[in-house]
T-cell receptor, first 111, second 113 residues
Framework: KNEVEQSPQNLTAQEGEFITINCSYS?????LHWLQQHPGGGIVSLFM???GKKKHGRLIATINIQEKHSSLHITASHPRDSAVYIC?????????????FGSGTQLTVLP | DARVTQTPRHKVTEMGQEVTMRCQPI?????VFWYRQTMMQGLELLAY????????DSGMPKDRFSAEMPDATLATLKIQPSEPRDSAVYFC???????????FGPGTRLTVT
């Protein structure tokens, strides 16, 4: 079973700061996902990546397969970025789909 | 504005009762996922369908849970009989291929007393 660790658990930042959330996993994966869960509970899929880097607006996700590590960066953070960010390691084997979630990082961006 | 819908949004029931949660995936999406979220366990994948066929439900307790897709516009998750430990938020998500860019529904908050 894959173990997925996220750090930090909680993060408070001032508006405008550069933010990094880390995710590490214990076994090889097919893909790594980043999700955002809003204070109201809604979940948005941010990225799926299996190598390299992806960028969407102020969000950047990177993955290092050899080191079994992924990071989510937020540039020029804003209070509306306040949410829980969750990484999930996906492993596909035939029709089986194993998806192991991290425990989440609670981000609070202060104005 | 296409979105995944789930009904009911909230359900309170007594232990032993049957609970059915419904999900309408986005039209044209061929993969559907059921997740459960609790404070203790976080998010867990319960079941995964592609083209209405169940591909993986290894995350689901088989004795009391069942998931089906009677047609392309409806996915159901049933618990019979329900237990207090089933209290959680159940999310449905749909997508076009495996886990890539899933669209999540608003969730069903289930409380079993």
């Amino acid at each position: 079973k894959n173990e997925v660790e996220q750090s930090p658990q909680n993060l408070t930042a001032q508006e405008g700061e550069f933010i990094t959330i880390n995710c590490s996993y214990s076994v090889g994966i097919s893909a790594l996902h980043w999700l955002q869960q809003h204070p109201g509970g809604g979940i948005v899929s941010l990225f799926m990546l299996s190598s390299g880097k992806k960028k969407h607006g102020r969000l950047i996700a990177t993955i290092n397969i050899q080191e079994k590590h992924s990071s989510l960066h937020i540039t020029a953070s804003h209070p509306r970025d306040s949410a829980v960010y969750i990484c999930a390691a996906a492993l596909y084997s035939g029709s089986a789909r194993q998806l192991t979630f991290g425990s989440g990082t609670q981000l609070t961006v202060l104005p | 504005d296409a979105r995944v819908t789930q009904t009911p949004r909230h359900k309170v029931t007594e232990m032993g009762q049957e609970v059915t949660m419904r999900c309408q995936p986005i039209l044209g999406h061929n993969t559907v996922f059921w997740y459960r979220q609790t404070m203790m366990q976080g998010l867990e994948l319960l079941a995964y369908f592609r083209n209405r066929a169940p591909l993986d439900d290894s995350g689901m307790p088989k004795d009391r849970f069942s998931a089906e897709m009677p047609d392309a516009t409806l996915a159901t998750l049933k618990i019979q009989p329900s237990e207090p430990r089933d209290s959680a938020v159940y999310f449905c998500a749909s997508g076009l291929a495996d886990f890539s860019e899933q669209y999540f529904g608003p969730g069903t908050r289930l409380t079993v007393t």
